[in-house]
């Protein structure tokens, strides 16, 4: 009779262990993307697990799904790393988006990555031109309009001496950046477009890590995984430069930089060895860093 009774309050008292440790092993983290369920997993939705379908419909910016200029939000996905992979701050993504709450985007949601007016193709603003030598606000001659006497004397204009044409300024997408080392350690991984988009730079922790090229911080923090601290540069509408495992950012998003001017240093957040990982981001793709930098 003990035995049974030994036995019985063992059963409950592991019954309770269990249940507790079910308890505690809730995930914190969490990445900033609701997954709601995409027009292929929503229709599944209320079979499988339980749960509502999701009509895809439903998610903000249906509408806009596989124009050019929008993207698709995936699972796994971050404003941060939309941004990168477009070219573009997150911080304009989420304002074109029209997004309430720029930490949460939904699975299924589409956002637009170019800014308004603009052509998907170059990213760049259109906007209509007068005809060149014609006032826009000249009026048109009417049948109205008196025509002057064949015999009436008409003075000749003065023929204007030719005004040398300004220099063009260069398009705020062209290729002609003129980038620089962003240190000064010796190339310890090259550039390989499945395996590594972009060079890694040897150095000791707390080395200087330099301004490729003119820019705007688009973003400074460590919110993409696999980059630690993370500083990207924004310089026209064709490039980026991102700048990763950083011990210190010594810049601020939305702050403009200029060439050479030391923005982190170096250290080994989120990678096994001091080092610089450099990105350069043609329209947000990654291009080979030996196209644009100086040899040395």
Request: net charge positive; with cysteine; aromatic share 6%.
């Amino acid at each position: 009779m003990n035995m049974s009774r030994s036995l019985v309050a063992w059963a409950c008292v592991a019954s309770a262990a269990a249940l507790l440790a079910g308890c505690g092993s809730t995930s914190v983290n969490r990445a900033p993307v609701e997954d709601r369920g995409t027009s292929a997993g929503a229709a599944q939705g209320s079979a499988e697990t339980g749960t509502p379908a999701i009509d895809p419909k439903t998610l903000p910016g249906y509408e806009n799904m596989g124009k050019p200029g929008y993207y698709t939000v995936k699972p796994g996905d971050t404003l941060i790393r939309i941004g990168l992979e477009h070219g573009q701050s997150w911080k304009d993504i989420a304002r074109w988006s029209n997004l309430e709450n720029a930490n949460v985007i939904e699975v299924g949601q589409v956002l637009r990555v170019i800014p308004p007016g603009a052509s998907a193709e170059s990213g760049a603003v259109t906007r209509p031109v007068a005809s060149a030598g014609v006032p826009a606000s000249a009026p048109a001659p009417s049948a109205s309009t008196p025509k002057a006497s064949a015999s009436a004397p008409v003075a000749s204009a003065p023929v204007p001496a030719p005004v040398p044409a300004p220099a063009p300024a260069p398009a705020a997408g062209s290729d002609e950046m003129n980038f620089m080392w962003p240190a000064n350690g010796s190339l310890v991984a090259g550039f390989d477009e499945a395996r590594n988009k972009g060079y890694d730079i040897s150095g000791k922790a707390g080395d200087p890590v330099l301004a490729a090229a003119d820019g705007r911080v688009v973003y400074a923090g460590a919110g993409l995984r696999g980059y630690g601290n993370l500083i990207i540069l924004k310089h026209n509408n064709t490039f980026l430069t991102a700048y990763a495992h950083n011990q210190t950012l010594l810049v601020k998003e939305d702050q403009n930089v200029r060439k050479g001017q030391k923005i982190a240093e170096m250290g080994s957040t989120d990678t096994d060895r001091v080092k610089l990982h450099f990105e350069i981001r043609r329209q947000g793709k990654p291009v080979d860093p030996s196209r644009y930098l100086p040899s040395r």
